[in-house]
């Protein structure tokens, strides 16, 4: 075969320029309108590994190989990468770097890349995964000592073992993890000193409006003890005759840039967060403490927060208040299956906690063990240890301890400064927590205690096709069953099909409705045709209930991921949508 011209150059040097551009001169909706199949938040580079997938997949070349950044292995990259591979002619990834830095000291560039090289039925071999082995004594564009190789089938992640993609998300796990607020606005948050000043001339119900307030780095680092003006459930007419003084800041430092701003919703409730997450909201309505953890974090860890503070989103929220869900979520197994299933952001390379993958498709163990209460009890000693040392000792970190225990598990000698941290945050006591609490959890879901960590993701992945057929057939291990299913009612018992539980189509209304000219009247009439439907949709299924929804699937479906990304909707990993 001619050697094909693929422009690489363009890809290599504005790899996500679809995702991330915001003109509109018909180039993206040209791109978007040839590539419907490919998810509109998918990286530029992406359509050109499609186009070169096809090829190779036709025969027309023979093999092809491209760098991408490193999120090729994030969801909807991914699902690019995946449709090829689950198609029917055996066409592979045939050699893959999962991850390695790209520094080029005279641009500036200073990024972490994959590299793939995909083949051909003809052409298949042994796939080769080279994993770059790290060397921390190493500079930032060297480090690494040599690679360590894999041989195997090279799936959509780029990884080889058990097969991630196959997991499902389980209904038992459903409303309960969501984001937390985006502000929109730094007026809304107020110092110490500013809250009590602004509170004099308010009323009563201060408390409810002046919050406090956390976010990323007040997990990993020091709290920073601020407090933010919320606003919500409230109109612009109840704020200004309630709380005069805290809509003026507002007025004064938050409405003129928001005035700019081309969302019509965050522009016109300017009052308002820019995303208020009510789903969020609800799920720990009525708590006294709820779960979070920091969206992307070196080390992965969960704590309790009071349930007057508000989440930031940068934190990932779970509506559980009990300590043996802290305790699972806690525990290597979790961390293990987190790290694998979510994604990697930044230069740093930090894990990155994607709460539908992490979250909703994992299995926890019965909630009927007999160590259920051992974990419970570690979980609570975990929680107050760490709460505790930081009280006692203002400057200590989450960052800094769990640096420390990583230190101790690979009996590195610690620095003077680390030292310190070891004595004010008894991170040896720490240890020895997360230890027992490693094998309560290995017990409860009945595994050794030195399980290897291929071991843990296989049988968590067998787990979750367990309970998701579970599930087909009407039976639901809720975490929180008084939010989750407050009737007691259960799903209907569905056919389960051969190779994975699915829900039954509803049927198109026989009258369809007018698709409205204006975005906001779209993104409405969509949320509310979700919450009508019996089982999750298509975006295509979707575009054709509206009239003249021929050819609007690709609108469509970015509005339904807006619409996910706002927890107003969700969606199932098959790419289906719902409420």
Not at 382 to 411: I, W
Request: proline fraction near 6%.
């Amino acid at each position: 075969p001619q050697p094909v011209d693929f422009h690489t150059e363009d890809a290599i040097l504005r790899p996500n320029a679809i995702s991330t551009c915001d003109c509109r001169d018909g180039y993206v909706e040209a791109l978007w309108a040839m590539y419907p199949d490919i998810p509109n938040k998918a990286d530029y580079v992406m359509y050109w590994w499609n186009h070169a997938a096809e090829l190779a997949r036709r025969h027309e070349i023979r093999r092809f190989g491209l760098i991408t950044t490193n999120s090729l292995r994030m969801t909807f990259n991914r699902r690019v990468v995946a449709s090829h591979l689950d198609a029917d002619d055996q066409f592979a990834i045939d050699f893959a770097i999962p991850d390695h830095p790209w520094v080029d000291s005279s641009d500036g560039a200073d990024v972490r890349i994959s590299m793939t090289v995909g083949a051909s039925p003809a052409e298949r071999t042994n796939s080769i995964l080279s994993v770059l082995i790290p060397d921390q004594s190493g500079t930032h564009a060297t480090r690494g000592d040599g690679f360590k190789s894999h041989f195997g089938e090279i799936r959509s992640d780029l990884t080889i073992g058990p097969n991630l993609d196959s997991a499902f998300s389980l209904t038992s796990n459903e409303l309960l993890s969501y984001a937390g607020v985006k502000l929109h606005g730094s007026g809304f948050i107020l110092k110490p000193e500013e809250s009590v000043n602004l509170a004099v001339d308010a009323n009563a119900d201060v408390a409810n409006v002046i919050r406090e307030y956390r976010n990323g780095r007040d997990i990993t680092k020091s709290p920073r003890h601020v407090k933010v003006i919320d606003f919500f459930g409230l109109s612009s007419e109840e704020a200004r005759t309630k709380f005069p003084s805290l809509l003026q800041r507002i007025v004064d430092r938050v409405k003129p840039d928001r005035d700019q701003n081309r969302d019509r919703s965050i522009s016109e409730n300017w009052w308002l967060f820019g995303r208020t997450r009510p789903e969020m909201r609800e799920s720990i309505q009525g708590l006294s403490r709820y779960i979070a953890t920091v969206e992307t974090s070196k080390h992965r860890f969960f704590v309790f927060l009071d349930a007057s503070v508000l989440p930031d989103n940068k934190l990932i929220v779970f509506g559980l208040d009990d300590a043996f869900h802290l305790g699972i979520l806690s525990s290597y197994a979790h961390s293990v299956w987190a790290l694998a299933m979510g994604g990697r952001l930044g230069v740093g390379n930090d894990p990155t906690y994607q709460n539908l993958r992490c979250f909703d498709m994992f299995p926890f163990p019965e909630h009927t063990t007999s160590n259920n209460e051992r974990i419970r009890i570690l979980a609570e000693q975990l929680d107050a240890h760490r709460k505790r040392q930081q009280e006692l000792h203002p400057k200590l970190t989450m960052t800094g301890m769990y640096n420390v225990l990583e230190k101790l598990r690979e009996g590195e000698p610690l620095s003077d400064k680390e030292q310190t941290i070891h004595e004010q945050g008894l991170v040896s006591v720490l240890k020895q927590i997360h230890d027992d609490l490693d094998a309560a959890v290995c017990e409860a879901y009945g595994w050794p205690v030195d399980i290897a960590d291929e071991d843990i993701l296989q049988r968590l992945v067998d787990l979750n096709h367990q309970r998701a057929a579970e599930e087909a057939q009407g039976h639901i291990r809720w975490l929180r069953p008084e939010f989750q299913n407050p009737d007691g009612q259960t799903q209907k018992q569905i056919d389960l099909p051969t190779d994975k539980p699915t829900v039954t189509k509803p049927a198109v209304p026989v009258t369809k409705q007018q698709w409205p000219s204006k975005l906001p009247d779209q993104m409405q009439l969509l949320k509310a045709t979700l919450e009508q439907q019996p089982s999750p949709l298509t975006a295509k299924e979707v575009s054709d209930l509206f009239k003249g929804g021929r050819g609007r699937a690709a609108k469509v479906e970015e509005l339904l991921e807006t619409l996910t990304a706002i927890g107003q909707a969700r969606q199932t990993e098959d790419g289906r949508f719902a409420t």
